[in-house]
């Protein structure tokens, strides 16, 4: 079946590490690929989108991710994470069957806890 | 721009009652609407698709008997949960997909904290 996974469930670091998390796909073909970021009490944020073109995304907030097709990866990182970057992280996959059906349907990774002390 | 908003925020109603939500985009036209449930500490599970004048599509296991959805228009989508228990509570977040622009995102709303008795 085609999944979405999240390696890490909770991660726990503190103010100024660096922050990378996995995000693996099993679909085949075409992917669009996403991050979203929920913080507490509020709802999902885009934090950056790879549709096409060059792999290493940048995104909002100082957020990166890498497409790595070979690896069916899609990983955000941060270099220097800041306490206000404690939130849910939400890696989410839209595989572009040639379909109606299919087309815009998102499967999300089952989410990453950051927790960032100062 | 691209704003999504629920009506209401936090539902609690007794147990075989009905309650609808609502999903609007705010500043943009949608031609598709998707309906999510999550439950505490999980990812989203997407229920259903609902695209503007038609049927909406709804995932396996999902009943379309008892999560009603109307698109009636391009700016608003419905869900109406029909003899709610109190397994259905949940927090249900919708998003929607924008008529334009030819990108595939979505806009999420805040969602809706529904509570069955």
């Known amino acids: 079946a085609q999944s979405v996974s999240q390696h890490n469930h909770h991660v726990i670091l503190s103010e100024a590490a660096s922050l990378e998390l996995g995000c693996n796909y099993s679909?085949?073909?075409?992917?669009?690929l996403f991050w979203y970021v929920q913080y507490p009490g509020q709802h999902l944020q885009l934090l950056l989108k790879?549709?096409?073109?060059?792999?290493l995304v940048k995104g909002i907030k100082g957020f990166e991710a890498e497409f790595i097709k070979s690896k069916f990866s899609f990983n955000l990182r941060k270099p220097s994470v800041q306490w206000s970057d404690t939130a849910e992280y939400f890696c989410?996959?839209?595989?572009?069957?040639?379909?109606?059906?299919?087309?815009?349907?998102?499967?999300f990774g089952a989410g990453t806890q950051v927790v960032v002390t100062p | 721009g691209a704003v999504v908003s629920q009506h209401p925020s936090r539902v609690i109603c007794k147990s075989g009652t009905s309650v609808k939500i609502e999903c609007r985009s705010l500043?943009?036209?949608?031609?598709?609407m998707f309906w999510y449930r999550q439950f505490p500490k999980q990812s989203l599970m997407l229920m259903a698709t609902?695209?503007?004048?038609?049927?909406?599509?709804?995932e396996q296991g999902v009943e379309k008997d008892k999560f009603l959805i109307n698109h009636a228009s391009l700016t608003l989508s419905t869900l109406t949960v029909t003899s709610a228990h109190p397994e259905d509570s949940s927090f249900y977040i919708c998003?929607?997909?924008?008529?334009?622009?030819?990108?595939?995102?979505?806009?999420f709303g805040p969602g809706t904290r529904l509570t069955v008795l």
């Open positions: 790879y549709f096409s073109g060059d792999p």
């Open positions: 998003s929607a997909r924008s008529a334009s622009g030819g990108h595939n995102e979505q806009f």
């Open positions: 500043d943009f036209q949608a031609t598709t």
């Open positions: 679909y085949g073909g075409t992917v669009n």
């Open positions: 989410a996959v839209n595989a572009l069957w040639m379909t109606t059906d299919s087309w815009g349907k998102l499967q």
């Open positions: 609902s695209n503007e004048g038609s049927k909406a599509t709804y």
